[in-house]
């Protein structure tokens, strides 16, 4: 009997159905970059903790420097020197100032900062400390190059709120408020399985009639790649036991999501649709998409299965439309799908009339995206993403696209801009 026939979009939206946000954990916050948050954290403190100065320059009472200039410079007796981490009991008293360093905090009396290039000892770039007295050349306002205390986070403030995706900047709001760990959605594990008697390791001999495993490999980078952790179980034989023991060695590791390349395809061997009935409950379809039109899913045990196509552009084309989603979904994040752009078609285009994916080499010329397909498109030519740095989407039901046409494209990498 012939698998369902169905969409893309029907595809993704019964394979998600599936899926949701795993349980949190607490981790360094170092290890929680790109991680989503699964807590609100709070500031128990202002950031800065003090008012400070923002520049390098003089501490002064503002009214001090009332019509200051080039030609009618105010002078000041210099009483201290300030550096950043540490204080001064002494304050500014009208007439005098405190030579200070960013980020030290503002003595008492002072309420501005008179910047060094604004002062004798920065005229004309020369650098020369004042030696008891400087000249102030520029009148400043009260609070001019002074950071408040808590002018970044108040005490109490909901600083970074549950669902952020953390990024480096987060990271370092983390850091600011005394946060070494934070909890956040654990990273899924995927257990990556390709299936075959004509496979062989990276490190083995091809004989005749076997070829290099290249599956396996992408796939698990591809997981890595999204957020997920890749449990590697290696090759399933053509074997009912073989591949029933790799499904249970994956089921003891733990597995939140499998993986499996090959043998859904019709006319493949039946021995993957037969286990993978036998242990779970599976539905096998075909998906109106070029490449990647077979595709398995389904639950072993409770855990979620995608079955991807044996040839290698089609199983990595197909991870990115359905397990990229399914694995982002489990990390927490909401956007899953994938970003696109539009760009100008370089050459005209054909396809079968299913959705078909394009490999395209998109570059940016002044503002615009141009893109150019990678050569040969054969679900087996992997170079063929390998040159490739975006997916060019030919609608279902269109046949042929033309030169100069715009085309949505699903970007893999970004382009450089590139000067025509």
């Known amino acids: 009997m012939m698998p369902t026939m169905i969409s893309v979009d029907e595809a993704l939206e019964r394979i ?18 790109d991680r989503v948050l699964a807590e609100d954290v709070y500031s128990d403190m202002d950031v800065p903790p003090f008012n400070n100065s923002a520049m390098d320059g003089y501490a002064v009472r503002a009214a001090d420097t009332v019509g200051a200039s080039r030609d009618n410079p105010v002078s000041l007796r210099v009483v201290a020197d ?17 030579r200070i360093m960013t980020g030290a905090p503002m003595p008492a009396g002072a309420d501005a900062i008179v910047r060094f290039e604004e002062t004798s000892e920065g005229v004309n770039g020369l650098g020369r400390r004042a030696s008891g007295r400087v000249e102030v050349f520029k009148e400043v306002a009260v609070g001019e190059n002074v950071r408040l205390a808590g002018e970044d986070i108040k005490g109490g403030e909901l600083v970074l709120p549950k669902g952020m995706v953390i ?5 370092g709001a983390l850091a600011s408020l005394g946060r070494g760990e934070v909890q956040v ?19 083995e001999e091809v004989t005749p009639g076997k070829i290099r495993d290249s599956n396996g490999y992408s796939n698990a980078a591809l997981v890595m790649r999204y957020g997920g952790i ?4 290696g090759i399933a034989r053509d074997d009912v036991a073989n591949l029933t023991a790799k499904i249970k060695e994956g089921l003891a590791r733990g597995a939140d999501l499998f993986l499996t390349s090959g043998g859904v395809s019709v006319g493949d061997f039946d021995m993957v649709k037969e286990v993978l009935n036998a242990e779970g409950e599976m539905s096998f379809w075909q998906v109106r998409m070029k490449p990647g039109k077979p595709l398995a899913f389904g639950q072993i045990q409770g855990v979620p299965l995608i079955g991807l196509p044996g040839n290698p552009v089609s199983a990595m084309v197909s991870f990115e439309q359905f397990a990229r989603p399914a694995i982002l979904k489990m990390l927490g994040k909401v956007h899953l799908r994938k970003p696109t752009i539009k760009a100008i078609l370089e050459e005209d285009v054909t396809s079968s009339g299913r959705r078909s ?37 030919i609608p279902e039901g269109i046949r042929r696209m033309e030169a100069g046409q715009r085309v949505e494209v699903q970007m893999l990498d970004w382009p450089e801009e590139v000067s025509l």
């Open 230 to 233: 890749p449990i590697m179980l």
């Open 82 to 98: 300030l550096a950043a981490g540490y204080t001064t009991d002494v304050a500014v008293e009208p007439g005098t100032a405190i």
């Open 16 to 33: 998600l159905e599936h899926f949701k946000p795993l349980e949190p954990e607490r981790v360094k916050i170092l290890d929680a970059l």
């Open 357 to 393: 994916f394009r490999r395209v080499i998109v570059e940016r010329h002044e503002g615009q995206y141009y893109a150019t397909t990678t050569g040969p498109q054969g679900s087996g030519i992997l170079t063929s993403m390998v040159k490739a740095n975006g997916l060019a989407i």
């Open 167 to 171: 990024r480096p900047q987060e990271v």
């Open 185 to 203: 959605i654990r990273r899924p594990r995927v257990a990556i399985l390709a299936t075959g008697d004509e496979l062989v390791d990276i490190d």
